[in-house]
């Protein structure tokens, strides 16, 4: 059947001059949340009460919408950018150039998309940043460290890590082998959060996992092992790195998912979550890592005392470290690895820390750690 439609006219109608209303409520909560941020701010005790209750709420929401896809979304949406951003520009051509006024609207809902981001970063991480210490929650007494006591701390993170090292596997090129799959990985540290969890009332429970990333030996020229994505909820792993990284790790991404913000911190939780579990791997990991953040500081204070601890390393311990060094080296000096650096560094300021500085940090917790043990 043939059919002939009347023609409709459609001059006049009028183009909307207003707002669409979730974008004047986007605008409302972006006023909201600087108000929150502003306040946790000044007010460590209202970031505490915030982060631990309505972050943790926000945090455990994303991560379950995202728990369930096996690979990580934010590194797919990274990959989508530029498709993304083909379509909304054309977008705005086809739809929203006749007229300044269109141009301004369609402006309005791109700002609006932007405070999306910063929404979710104040009520979901952005708090943990400003409330009180780990040291204060730890009940430690975080102090300038002597060459003495990081020498101190560096011999009994070595006599630790020997009591491991029996029951580590070795390759024939000095790496230590995980006796675990990804997913038997994820499965032990959560046993080991559960443990800490039970132990120290401020971390909540979550259960999650840590995403691999696709492109993992791209990414290792970044330098950067892993990172927690606060808008889709992951904690996201570089599973280039050597075996006994990723537990360490993938603890660390996963304590800024349960709300431990900044650096040192979440590196010392990485290391309480590793020693706190049933397996010697991971006990093995917490050890290590942590050593390597002491003896590079003991190395910086007094390369003497640093030798006379390495003299004391067992032969295992050293070739593993021996590894990683030549490992790193392919990766050590590139442009990539400056840039983002310099934009990691940046943000870190921004939250009130040291910057990159601030993971290094975590030697000051380790000796106070050492000195309440002893």
């Not at 050590?332 to 940046?346: C, K, L, Q």
Request: charged share 20%; with cysteine; glycine share 6%.
């Amino acid at each position: 059947m043939n059919r002939t439609l009347p023609e409709i006219n459609t001059s006049s109608r009028k183009p909307n001059k207003r707002l669409p209303i979730p974008v004047l409520v986007i605008y409302v909560l972006a006023l909201l949340s600087g108000g929150i941020h502003l306040a946790a701010m000044f007010l460590p005790a209202f970031a505490d009460w915030f982060n631990r209750y309505i972050g943790a709420a926000v945090r455990g929401a994303l991560s379950y919408l995202t728990v369930w896809i096996p690979f990580s979304f934010a590194e797919l949406l990274l990959f989508s950018l530029p498709i993304i951003f083909v379509v909304m520009l054309r977008r705005a051509l086809t739809r929203y150039g006749d007229s300044w006024k269109s141009v301004l609207r369609y402006c309005a809902g791109l700002l609006a998309l932007l405070l999306c981001f910063y929404i979710l970063f104040v009520w979901g991480f952005g708090t943990g940043y400003h409330g009180s210490t780990l040291e204060e929650k730890l009940d430690l007494d975080r102090q300038p460290v002597s060459a003495e006591e990081l020498e101190e701390t560096a011999r009994w993170l070595v006599e630790r890590i020997k009591i491991e090292q029996d029951e580590i596997a070795y390759r024939p090129d000095g790496f230590s082998i995980m006796p675990y799959s990804h997913s038997g990985m994820n499965k032990q540290l959560m046993k080991a959060y559960d443990t800490v969890c039970e132990t120290y009332e401020f971390v909540p429970h979550l259960y999650s996992r840590v995403k691999p990333v696709i492109l993992s030996e791209p990414w290792t020229y970044t330098h950067i092992s892993g990172v927690y994505t606060y808008f889709t909820g992951e904690s996201n792993l570089n599973m280039n790195f050597p075996d006994y990284t990723l537990p360490y790790t993938a603890a660390h991404e996963l304590a800024h998912q349960r709300g431990i913000a900044r650096e040192d911190e979440a590196n010392f939780m990485a290391f309480l979550v590793c020693t706190a579990s049933e397996d010697p791997y991971f006990r093995y990991c917490g050890y290590l890592n942590l050593y390597e953040y002491v003896a590079s500081a003991l190395y910086s204070a007094d390369s003497e005392r640093y030798f006379a601890v390495l003299d004391t390393v067992d032969y295992r311990m050293r070739g593993e470290l021996i590894a990683y060094s030549e490992f790193f080296d392919q990766y050590r000096e590139n442009v990539v690895s400056e840039v983002s650096g310099a934009i990691n560094d940046t943000y870190l300021k921004l939250q009130g820390t040291e910057g990159s500085k601030s993971y290094g940090r975590v030697v000051d917790l380790a000796v106070a750690w050492y000195k309440a043990l002893k």
